[in-house]
């Protein structure tokens, strides 16, 4: 997801087009299993089964925001993704709209995953999961050692995240296959446990459950080391949705299915719970281990694109220059600090809530700043193709598919809530005036190089 200044793929040679279908595939599939399911059964309780509608909605959705990805990947081949493609449709300012939600979105979805990884700490440690303080310590020393580690370097960031990926999809595995053989048909009923209208609990578990497909456009990104990207990165991406979306369903129904509803929406470690009602201690114990090796290679994940994010939209001139500086080590290392201070406020500010309530409200928190750069993308291909002349008039096929991707990412916001909503408003426009402050100094400085003898 990480914005870089934006090269065409075709500055890249071959030789160093190392990306292929099942890389990419692999990219996208390990960017979007992460923390989001291993603690989501536990936020989506309250819901009950409609729950699985709901992952049925977003799958849907996040299809058709994958296709769009693709598409626009062929006509823009440019490395940086759904910031290279807003920038291209709609210009600097929407394009610094994209960078500024992404980088929102980043440092408050490692602000979320801390919080998932000291749930899941909790297992093996209750004090963690019950004193709010202890709690607020082990997420809060969870991103400084990994910001301590990518600050050392992105190989090094690298290692880390390639023994994570490894050893992540293995308790999905076990919960979701093994899981299902022991399921009790009971646990799906009533379906809905909420207060709200069928609608309603749907929408909100459709934006809930977005934020386990957020990276679903990273084949996108290094568009520049794809071979074939025109036909690579649309059939990695939308191949990748669908394995992360078959996953997800099945763990869903297994943890729903395994857990009475009244213990999965109180558990800090939901999936862990419902090993152990079939594979008993060893299995939550795996099951946890797991987690807190996944979430950690997340928090991993993420942190690296926090300072990723905000240093290539500098080195564009959309962001201070301040974000593009590197330490001698080549890492964006103030971009980094600066993100992660951040996520650490928000872990603090929230400390008071329990680790479950917390999750949930960062995470959408996060999803809402994701979804304003997917309204933009929605539409990118239409705005292209219009642009390009009579002959490159969008068909129906194109209008069709960006309206229903655009309608998604709208519904997906109404089902955030409204204090979500109104968080999330605060935090995009309080980027106006770095906008407004970054092109007035790139103004200036130009000027004054133009002055020169």
Known sequence: ??????????????????????????LVVGNMIGSGIFLLPAALAPFGAISIAGWIATSVGALALALVFGRVARMVPKTGGPYAYTREAFGDFPGFLVAWGYWIALWAGNAAVAVGFASYVGFFFPAVAENPVVGLAVALGAIWLVTFVNLRGVGAAGLVQLFTAILKVLPLLVVGGIGLAFIEPGHFHPPNRSDLSNSA??????????????????ATVPAGNVRRPEITIPRATVLGTCIAAGVYSLVTVAAIGLVP???????????????????????GILVALGAIVSTFGTLNGFTLLTGQVPYGAARDGVFPA????????????????????????????NFTKGLVEQFTFIILLATLTTLVPYVFCALSEVVLRLRAGPGERPGAATVLLGLLAFVYSAWAIYGAGEEVVYY??????????????????????????????
């Open 1 to 26: 997801m990480a914005p870089e200044p934006s090269t065409n793929s075709d500055s890249a040679s071959s030789s160093e087009r190392s990306l292929g279908l099942w890389m990419c595939t692999a």
């Open 201 to 218: 609990a749907i929408a909100a578990c459709a934006t809930l459950t977005l934020w386990a497909f957020l990276g679903l456009e990273s």
């Open 261 to 283: 509803p009244e213990v999965l929406e109180t558990s800090t470690a939901p999936l862990a719970l419902a090993a152990q009602t079939f594979l008993g201690g060893w299995g």
């Open 322 to 349: 301040l974000f593009g500086r590197l330490s001698g080590r080549g890492t964006p290392a103030v971009a980094l600090v600066i993100s992660n201070i951040l996520a650490s406020g928000l872990i603090a500010m």
């Open 424 to 453: 999330g408003f605060l935090l995009l426009i309080a980027g106006f005036p770095v906008y407004v402050w970054t092109k007035g100094f790139n103004s200036e400085a130009s000027g004054e190089a133009l002055e020169e003898p």
